[in-house]
């Protein structure tokens, strides 16, 4: 039972490099998220798409972009990495019906570390 | 505007007592759901309960509860018999359910609360 992969698990980055996170699920669901989790700030979201071939922005975009790839995929892309980005990000995915009632299931996370 | 307020940062119980993490909302909207997750020191997120804000009972999974009070706004999470495996970081969320559509139904967090249990 896969569920929600997110890759890699750890990475160290020099400010200015670039680098895509990626995640997949395999739940059939429709709707995928983008989330940083800061010490003490809980999770913040950062872009999601509702279903395949939308995103749109959440509380904090500024800095990032996503791709939708397929229903399967949805991956996060920092372009200039700065070390505010330092965080832990985490991916997840749920069936956005008419009643969402139902949860989240998230990835493992990954830890991003901005020199 | 949705807002989740976990006013404890940490919390002590003794293994096999019970516990009570509060949280407490502000929402303008009339339907909404509430969920629990636990994240464990290992880092992956846990759904542990939900309680949609037209159910007439309180839920329940296992060991866990859920006291909601909807006229003040709480939804706190109750673990009977807590065990060693329950310390863990805590995070109380919301999103707001139909007639609110779009972008406005995000899960919403609030800060956290870590819960250590005692042997």
């Known amino acids: 039972n896969a569920g929600v992969t997110q890759t890699p698990k750890f990475q160290v980055l020099k400010t200015g490099q670039s680098m895509t996170l990626q995640c997949a699920q395999d739940m059939n669901h429709n709707s995928m998220y983008w989330y940083r989790q800061d010490p003490g700030m809980g999770l913040r979201l950062i872009y999601y798409?509702?279903?395949?071939?939308?995103?749109d922005k959440g509380e904090v975009p500024n800095g990032y972009n996503v791709s939708r790839l397929n229903k399967r995929e949805f991956s996060l892309r920092l372009e200039s990495a700065a070390p505010s980005q330092t965080s832990v990000y985490f991916c997840?995915?749920?069936?956005?019906?008419?009643?969402?009632?139902?949860?989240?299931?998230f990835g493992d996370g990954t830890r991003l570390s901005i020199l | 505007a949705q807002k989740i307020t976990q006013t404890q940062p940490g919390m002590f119980v003794q293994e096999k007592e019970a516990v009570t993490l509060d949280c407490t909302y502000d929402t303008s909207d009339q339907s909404y759901g509430l969920f629990w997750y636990k994240q464990p020191s290992s880092g992956e997120m846990i759904f542990l309960i939900y309680?949609?804000?037209?159910?007439?009972q309180n839920a329940t999974e296992g060991r866990y509860s859920l006291n909601f009070q909807k006229a003040r706004k709480s939804a706190n999470l109750v673990i009977s018999a807590s065990q060693l495996g329950d310390s863990a970081m805590y995070f109380c969320?919301?999103?707001?359910?139909?007639?609110?559509?779009?972008?406005?139904?995000?899960?919403?967090f609030g800060s956290g609360t870590q819960l250590t249990v005692l042997p």
């Open positions: 309680q949609g804000s037209y159910d007439e």
């Open positions: 798409s509702a279903s395949e071939g939308t995103t």
């Open positions: 969320a919301m999103r707001p359910l139909p007639p609110s559509s779009g972008s406005a139904r995000q899960l919403t």
């Open positions: 997840a995915s749920d069936h956005r019906g008419a009643y969402s009632n139902q949860p989240q299931h």
